[in-house]
C-alpha cells in the first residue's frame, strides 16, 4: 500500500484502541507491505515500530521529488498497488493554501507525476481518498481531493 500522508499513523493503540485513525497504518501493515511518502511527523511508539520492522518511509524534504526518489518509492512496491491519501488538511499536497510551518508538501503535479509512474509500472487496483470534511475546510481542498480521485481512477484504468 502507498500511503501519501504526513503522519505514520503506526502507534499499535491510541485512545484505547487499536482502530484509531493514529493506528491505521499499522492494521494495514499487518496484512501487507507498506510504502509511506510525504512524512512530516511521527510519535515514539510509531519510531520504534519503524526501525523494529526496518520501514523505509519517505520524509517530506525541502526539494522536489527527483527521478531517482520515485524510482526508490516504484522499487518498493508490490505489482498491485492500493493507494492511501488523506487530502482533508492538505497534508501531502500543497494547493496553494493550505500551506503550513514545516515541512514543504509536495505539489500537485509532482504527485500526478508519481502517480502516473506508478500507475506504468504498476497496478493500482484499489485507493482511498479519505478524511474530507467538505464544509469544514476550504473549497480548494474539496476541490483538489476530488481532481485527485478522478485522475486515480483514470490512471487505475491504464494498466
Known amino acids: ?3 501519501l500522508d504526513a503522519h505514520t ?10 482502530f484509531n485513525h493514529a493506528c491505521t497504518m499499522r492494521r494495514v501493515h499487518e496484512y501487507c507491505p507498506i510504502v509511506q511518502v510525504g512524512i512530516r511527523s511521527m510519535g515514539e511508539d510509531d519510531m520504534g515500530y519503524i526501525k523494529k520492522k526496518k520501514l523505509r518511509p519517505f520524509y517530506a524534504k525541502e526539494t522536489p521529488l527527483t527521478n531517482a526518489d520515485e524510482e526508490a518509492i516504484v522499487s518498493q512496491l508490490t505489482d498491485d498497488v492500493l493507494h492511501h ?4 488538511r492538505v ?8 500551506r503550513h510551518a514545516g515541512a514543504r508538501r509536495y505539489g ?3 504527485v500526478l507525476r ?3 509512474r506508478i500507475a506504468k509500472e504498476k497496478r493500482i ?3 482511498d481518498v479519505m478524511e474530507l470534511a467538505p464544509r469544514e475546510g476550504p473549497v480548494a481542498c ?3 481531493a476530488a481532481k485527485l480521485t478522478y485522475k486515480l481512477i483514470g490512471l487505475a484504468l491504464i494498466h
Not at 499513523?9 to 487499536?18: A, C, I, P, V
Not at 497534508?91 to 493550505?98: L, W
Open 114 to 116: 508519481l502517480l502516473k
Open 9 to 18: 499513523d503506526l502507534r499499535d493503540e491510541y485512545e484505547d484502541t487499536k
Open 1 to 3: 500500500m502507498l500511503q
Open 125 to 127: 487496483v484499489g485507493f
Open 91 to 98: 497534508r501531502s499536497v500543497d494547493h496553494g493554501r493550505g
Open 108 to 110: 500537485w503535479y509532482e
Open 142 to 144: 474539496t476541490y483538489l
Open 85 to 88: 491519501h488523506r487530502p482533508r
